[in-house]
């Protein structure tokens, strides 16, 4: 009897909502309702912003989930952008099919998760912050010498104990922080992929194109100063042809004479 009641408990902590439970339970499938648990963190990345360098990353992250690697690309790419200037802001949310990235930027580097559309902003958020204070305490001195990608791996270890303790917003902790009117996120931006990608790249198109137009503004001055050169030459050139003629033969004349 005590074994069942222990079992019980533990099932109904896991649960997202009792209904679910009692479903589970006269249907007989337990397998479904231990699976009912939201899992908040999709994806989390740690990057420098300087140059994008890639610094850590929770190494278990999008294995159970489809197109992971599509999302972890796009990530990278946001990471780029931001190593160009192309985003200004320190936070913001980001809109990308049902996942939402966030992202926060200290000293410079960026800490970004991929969650749920559905999972509270505000968690998400302190979650960066706690892995924002312990890996500046951990590594700080260290990341501007970092030479090599995900040079702080180890970090994972982090990441995964941190990512446990945000996976059920209902427990007393997290409703804890999600009541806390010190921590506000409501100013914090929110934009579509598309959106903020699409002005990175049309960025580069106006750099590229700006470079290509210099660079071609630079081989047309280098064209005229050749056409000047040769008109220059073609207008001259006889008479200096005439003077030196008239030169050599004067001083032959005196070497006769």
């Known amino acids: 009897m005590d074994s069942a009641k222990t079992l019980a408990s533990s099932l109904l902590s896991d649960c997202v909502d009792f209904r679910v439970f009692l479903l589970s339970i006269c249907r007989g499938n337990l397998r479904n309702f231990t699976c009912c648990r939201v899992k908040m963190v999709k994806l989390t990345m740690i990057a420098r912003v300087t140059d994008g360098l890639p610094l850590a990353e929770g190494l278990d992250d999008g294995r159970d989930q489809k197109d992971a690697e599509f999302y972890k690309q796009q ?7 931001l190593s160009k200037g192309h985003i200004e802001s320190s936070r913001m949310s980001i809109e990308t099919g049902p996942y939402v990235f966030h992202y926060i930027i200290e000293g410079r580097v960026c800490y970004l998760t991929m969650c749920d559309r559905s999972y509270p902003k505000k968690l998400a958020f302190q979650y ?3 892995l924002k204070n312990e890996f500046e305490k951990v590594n700080g001195s260290q990341i501007e010498t970092a ?12 990441i995964q104990k941190t990512k446990k303790l945000y996976l059920d917003t209902r427990t007393q902790r997290n409703l804890a922080k999600l009541n806390d009117e010190l921590y506000e996120v409501h100013q914090i931006m929110t934009r579509n992929i598309q959106e903020v990608l699409g002005v990175g790249e049309k960025l580069d198109q106006v750099s590229q194109l700006s470079s290509r137009l210099t660079s071609e503004s630079r081989i047309y001055a280098d064209k005229a100063k050749d056409l000047n050169r040769q008109a220059f030459i073609r207008k001259w050139a006889p008479v200096a042809i005439v003077l030196g003629v008239v030169f050599l033969l004067f001083w032959v004349r005196k070497k006769i004479w």
């Open 75 to 81: 990530a990278k790419s946001l990471f780029k952008n």
């Open 128 to 130: 960066l912050e706690d």
């Open 147 to 158: 030479a090599r990608p995900y040079a702080f791996i180890k970090f994972d270890t982090f």
